[in-house]
């Protein structure tokens, strides 16, 4: 990608480096990025309507409190970003996505189809995953003070080494689901239950 030239300037990018030189208008509508980077960029609030990322990967991007309005997200990774406050729920489609060591603290997932859907050593502190569809999903290593999964199908998901996580069975679907022993302790309390040595 050309130097100084505004994200925008062209409808489809391919195989570009889009680093942080380069500006991102307030407001971004109908492009199509495929097998891109995306790095360093500002995207802070900024309204990305009916684009379309497939097989992209962001790379220490803040796009907290982006507008995602109609976009489609299609093996996409995000990699220690900030996404803070983001409202996933507004995407026209969303699938084989991962997020890796970002910030997603108040960003709401809820109701959506994320099986199979990856979150690595991220920080999703109050997020919203009630109702989702989680089956065979990975949390590893995240933090999930405050995150709510009322009503979401956790079926094989995967807590390995997730702190903070607090699950209500009776709200829950569980099924071969892997969580850290301090997350059986609290949703033994919520049981009304004790687990002997504890």
């Not at 790095?39 to 900024?46: D, K, R, S, Y």
């Not at 997020?99 to 920080?123: P, T, V």
């Not at 302790?185 to 002997?196: D, F, H, P, T, Y």
């Amino acid at each position: 990608m050309k130097t100084g030239a505004p994200v925008g300037s062209q409808r489809e990018y391919e195989n570009e480096l889009i680093g942080r030189d380069v500006v991102w208008p307030a407001e971004l509508e109908g492009v199509d990025f495929t097998d891109c980077r995306i790095v360093g960029g500002m995207l802070h609030a900024t309204r990305l309507r009916r684009c379309r990322f497939f097989d992209c990967r962001f790379e220490r991007v803040d796009a907290s409190a982006a507008d995602w309005t109609d976009c489609t997200l299609r093996g996409v990774t995000f990699y220690d970003s900030k996404l803070l406050g983001t409202n996933w729920t507004i995407l026209h489609s969303l699938s084989a996505t991962r997020w890796e060591r970002s910030n997603l603290d108040g960003s709401s997932f809820q109701a959506l189809q994320l099986e199979h859907g990856e979150w690595l050593e991220c920080s999703a502190r109050e997020a919203d995953f009630s109702a989702c569809k989680l089956k065979k999903a990975k949390f590893l290593g995240c933090q999930l003070d405050g995150t709510n999964f009322n009503g979401a199908d956790l079926t094989q998901a995967d807590f390995s080494r997730a702190s903070g996580l607090s699950l209500q069975p009776q709200h829950v679907r569980l099924k071969a689901t892997v969580i850290e022993m301090d997350a059986l302790l609290r949703m033994a309390s919520e049981l009304g239950l004790k687990v002997a040595g504890h």
